[in-house]
């Protein structure tokens, strides 16, 4: 019904810049602009955390201003790029989808559809 597929991670080094990117395939994301999409990350024995979200207007927000997080509804995705990147940015990052309610631009929870994650990995 659908599904969220990542790409684009990988090493860099500290101080680089990357984009992850996040395609929507299938049924459920017809629609895409009627869902918020966020970006999260885990590092083994810690829990995933959000790392940025963008709802379906393209409004977006980030927990740490080197990340951008971006979408494109025509082509049912959405982006993150990574700038000044450091070592602790290092984890697997995932994408996933909530919906989204234009009226209050709120998204409502829970994120989920998780796609498989990417690796990135930032080294000194």
């Known amino acids: 019904q659908g599904q969220l597929v990542e790409s684009g991670g990988g090493s860099v080094q500290a101080g680089g810049s990357l984009t992850l990117s996040c395609v929507a395939l299938?049924?459920?994301?017809?629609?895409?602009?009627?869902?918020?999409m966020g970006w999260f990350r885990q590092v083994p024995g810690k829990e995933r955390e959000e790392v940025a979200r963008?709802?379906?207007?393209n409004m977006g927000s980030a927990t740490d201003g080197r990340f951008t997080i971006t979408r494109d509804n025509d082509m049912k995705a959405t982006y993150l790029h990574i700038r000044s990147a450091k070592p602790e940015d290092t984890a697997m990052y995932y994408c996933?989808?909530?919906?989204?309610?234009?009226?209050?631009?709120?998204?409502?929870?829970?994120?989920?559809?998780w796609g498989r994650g990417i690796q990135v990995t930032v080294s000194t």
């Open positions: 996933a989808a909530a919906e989204f309610r234009p009226r209050t631009g709120f998204c409502r929870p829970p994120f989920g559809g």
């Open positions: 299938g049924y459920r994301y017809e629609h895409y602009d009627r869902y918020c």
């Open positions: 963008v709802d379906g207007e």
